[in-house]
């Protein structure tokens, strides 16, 4: 099965609110990163948490790890319209070097 | 300027035909990727070069065969194209090969097998 888990599959708030997305994973990782995609476009990375880190910042957005649940979650305040994406989530797992193993995503809408 | 740009875009074509992809990055990274999205979106590491040698190859068909004439490009060749070969390949690259690297992804290309 999948290394990583994402809930909610579709997220859908007010242009303001804030919007979490949760991951989970199986098995020992390095670090964790998160990556948005627009529809029809690439995935852009966002965030890169390392496995001894618990939280991180990067403007509107906050990621935190808990390596005792293994689970992260990502969370995006004040969305934006333009916040509207794909989110993944994908773990380097102890064992596989720099192989990125990736969720089944989160599918964000922010109505303005 | 695109970091990672791929071509084609848009790849429409009959089952049975053999078809190439091309990748370029323009970062200076050792490593590239390739990966496969499903309709579903769900992403999956298909090959991984560093330095023009080949380091993950998952179980993927042998029909797909990736090449990697020099760092900055890796083309992925597909003979004898299926239906369940249609998805968008994305190229990506990254500066080593150690976990703790971001990976650059290209805009993708958008296969479709008819």
């Known amino acids: 099965s999948q290394q990583g888990e994402e809930d909610p599959q579709a997220l859908s708030i007010q242009e303001g609110e804030n919007a979490t997305m949760n991951c989970s994973y199986k098995?020992?990782?390095?670090?964790l990163q998160w990556y948005r995609q627009n529809s029809g476009r690439g995935l852009v990375h966002l965030i890169l948490?390392?496995?001894?880190?618990r939280e991180k910042h990067s403007g509107r957005l906050r990621v935190t790890l808990d390596t005792s649940k293994k689970s992260s979650s990502l969370l995006i305040t004040a969305s934006r319209a333009a916040d509207t994406a794909s989110y993944f989530c994908?773990?380097?797992?102890?064992?596989?070097?720099?192989?990125?193993?990736f969720g089944e995503g989160t599918q964000l809408t922010v109505n303005p | 300027d695109t970091a990672v740009s791929q071509t084609p875009k848009y790849l429409v074509t009959q089952m049975g035909n053999d078809k190439s992809i091309k990748c370029e990055q323009n970062?200076?990274?050792?490593?590239m990727y390739w990966y496969k999205q499903d309709s579903k979106k769900f992403l999956k590491i298909m090959f991984s070069y560093n330095n023009k040698e080949l380091i993950i190859n998952e179980t993927v068909p042998n029909r797909f065969s990736p090449k990697s004439p020099d760092k900055a490009h890796l083309n992925l060749h597909i003979n004898s194209l299926e239906l369940g070969d249609s998805a968008v390949y994305f190229c990506a690259g990254a500066s080593g090969l150690g976990a703790q690297e971001t990976q650059y992804f290209g805009p993708g290309t958008r296969l479709l097998v008819l």
């Open positions: 098995t020992s990782i390095n670090n």
């Open positions: 970062l200076g990274h050792d490593t």
């Open positions: 948490i390392r496995s001894n880190e």
């Open positions: 994908a773990t380097v797992q102890v064992t596989s070097g720099s192989r990125l193993t």
